[in-house]
C-alpha cells in the first residue's frame, strides 16, 4: 500500500509528489521523481519536522532535467571525442526515455528495466551506460547532480574473442558484386583490407594526411587519441591513386562519405554474406597478416593497439610461431641423449600373493 502524503498530479505520469507539514506546521508540496525517491524524501521531511528543523530551501530550487545534461554531454562530445555522431544517435534515444525527467530522480533499477526491454547485445548495452556515465560525470562537475547514476548500472560481458574475417571465396563473390553495383566502390574496401583502418578514421582521412612518397598515412587523432602513422602498402597505394582519380579535386580521400554504410551493407547483402560487417575488415586485415607470418607484436602495431590482449585473438591463426618457439628452445637447449640404458634408482617390487 502506498505511503499516505506521496501522490501523482498526473495520474501514471512517473513523475511523484510528496505533501507534508513542515516544523512551523505550514503544509508543503515538493515534486520529487521516481516513487522509491518520494518516500524516501517523505521520510526525510518528517524527521526534520520533528526535529523542529526548518525543511531545506533545495525544494524551492527547479529540477535540472536530463534533456540538459545529456545538451552538455554531446556539446562535450563534439568537442572531444571522434564518436560523437555515434552519441547523439544513443542520446536521442536516451532523451525519448528521460528526457523530461529531472536528472537526480532518475533510479539505475529505472534504467536497467528499459535497457532490458530494449533487448539490446551487451557491447550495445555498455554503450549507452558509458554514454549515460559521462553525461553525469560532467553534470557533477558543473554542480547539477550529485550522483553518477551509471556506476550502478550492470556492465554487461562482451564476447571480444570472436573473429569474423573475409576469407578468399567470400571475398571473390563480394567482389563480383561490388563491381556490378558499385563499381566506383572497390577501392574503398581495398584500402580497408590492406590498411586496418577503421571506418572512422577512413572516412575521415584527408589527402593532406597522405604522403605517397614516404608511403606512410596520418591519422591525426585516433581511437585513443593520439596521432598515429599508417604504413602503406604497394597495393593500399594502388587503391589511393585509384581513389585519387574519383575524389583528388576533394578534401577527403573518400570524397566526403560519412562511412561505407549506404553501399557496403547493400553489397554484403547481395553476397549473401552473414554476419559480416565493415569492422570485420579489419578482422581481415590482422587475420591475413598473422597467416602471412607477421609475429603478433607486429600485428599489434599495425593495428595500433595498447596492448597485445586483443591481438592474442588472431593467435590460433598462426600456430607456427609456437612450434618455432619451442623448436628454439629445444636446439639452445638439446636433450641428454645416451645409448646406454639408464638404472632406475630403485625398482618397484611385484607385489607377492598373499597366503589365506
Known sequence: MRQRGIFEKVPDSGEWWIRYADATGRIRREKVGGLEEAET??????????LGNLPRLAWRRRPVLFRKIGESALAYADRHKRSAADDHVRMSKLFALFGDRAADSITPREI???????????????????????????????????????????????????????????????????????????????????????????????WKDVDFEQRVLTIPLDKGGKT?????????????????????????VCGGAKSPRHWFEAAVAMAKIERFTWHCLRHTFASRLVMSGADLRTVAELLRDKTLAMVMRYAHLAPDHKLAAVERMAIAFPELRTDTKLTPAFEVKKAEPRLM
Do not use: M
Open 228 to 252: 598515429s602513422h599508417v604504413p602503406l602498402s604497394a597495393a593500399a597505394v594502388r587503391a589511393l591513386l585509384d581513389l585519387s582519380r574519383s575524389y583528388g579535386s576533394t578534401e577527403f
Open 41 to 50: 524524501r517523505l521520510r526525510l521531511r518528517k524527521e526534520e519536522a520533528k
Open 112 to 206: 536497467e528495466t528499459c535497457f532490458q526491454e530494449e533487448n539490446w547485445s551487451p557491447a550495445t548495452w555498455n554503450r549507452y551506460r558509458a554514454l549515460l556515465s559521462l553525461t553525469y560525470r560532467l553534470a557533477i562537475r558543473a554542480g547539477s547532480v550529485k550522483e553518477n547514476v551509471a556506476r550502478f548500472i550492470q556492465h554487461k560481458a562482451e564476447n571480444n574473442g570472436r573473429v569474423r574475417f573475409l576469407s578468399r571465396e567470400e571475398e571473390e563473390i563480394l567482389r563480383q558484386v561490388i563491381r556490378q553495383k558499385f563499381p566506383e566502390r572497390e577501392p574503398e574496401l581495398d584500402l580497408a583490407l590492406h590498411t586496418g583502418l577503421r571506418s572512422g578514421e577512413q572516412y575521415a582521412t584527408k
